[in-house]
């Protein structure tokens, strides 16, 4: 057998491996869209998975979490330890729901103990998991955090900013971690007109549980809430 014949025997089987892959997407997307839309209207937190029970960061999102709590939103994590750990705590400190919508990584680490047993989630597939997230968390507040945390953080207002979903409110919290950032989207997307100048309203910058909280809260006053997409 020549060499074309052996790739083309190895395409096709790769081919094959695609659709079988297609079907366990499908599965993902039938099965989080299940569970998903029987939460009630939730926030999405997200911050870095690094951050320690001590640290001042992690004590902030436990209390935002019960803020948002008290103000009749569930709490939708990752599902994993640090800022993620920390929001899903505040909720179930106070009763609240708790969702925990978690990937499955190579020598990671299971989800945290403050889940609710039917609100846990795990998927394979990224995309599929950040569909959740998207389609159904009413707001966001951000933690300081690293690369995945940014790239959360960018996508969404790039989705809201684009139109490709419903403008929601986004609470970015951590001031002294996240200025510096904000300073350089100012003094450079903004100014060479990568972005307008109102595309700095698309997010708010506190350090304040309650005012957090108080934002996502009067954004949704009165209004019928439902999925994003």
Not at 18 to 23: A, Q, Y
Not at 207 to 216: H, L, N, Q, R, V
């Amino acid at each position: 057998m020549n060499n074309i014949s052996k790739g083309f025997e190895k395409d096709l089987a790769s081919n094959q491996e695609d659709l079988w892959r297609v079907f366990r997407i499908m599965a993902e997307f039938v099965e989080g869209f299940e569970k998903m839309s029987s939460i009630k209207p939730s926030i999405a937190v997200f911050g870095s998975a690094r951050t320690k029970p001590n640290d001042k960061c992690y004590k902030m999102t436990v209390k935002v979490s019960k803020e948002l709590t008290k103000k009749g939103f569930g709490i939708i994590t990752g599902g994993g330890p640090g800022i993620m750990e920390a929001a899903n705590r505040g909720a179930k400190e106070v009763n609240g729901s708790s969702t925990g919508i978690n990937i499955e990584l190579p020598n990671e680490q299971g989800s945290n103990p403050f889940i609710d047993k039917d609100k846990l989630l795990s998927f394979r597939y990224f995309f599929v998991r950040k569909v959740m997230f998207f389609k159904y968390a009413q707001g966001y507040v951000i933690m300081p955090g690293g690369f995945g945390t940014i790239d959360e953080l960018f996508e969404v207002l790039t989705l809201v900013q684009t139109g490709k979903t419903q403008k929601v409110p986004i609470v970015v919290m951590g001031v002294e971690y996240w200025k510096p950032l904000m300073k350089w989207i100012e003094d450079y997307m903004a100014k060479f007109k990568y972005i307008e100048d109102f595309d700095m309203d698309l997010f708010k910058l506190t350090d304040d549980p309650k005012e957090a909280a108080e934002i996502i809260y009067q954004f949704h006053k009165g209004k019928k809430i439902i999925p994003n997409f």
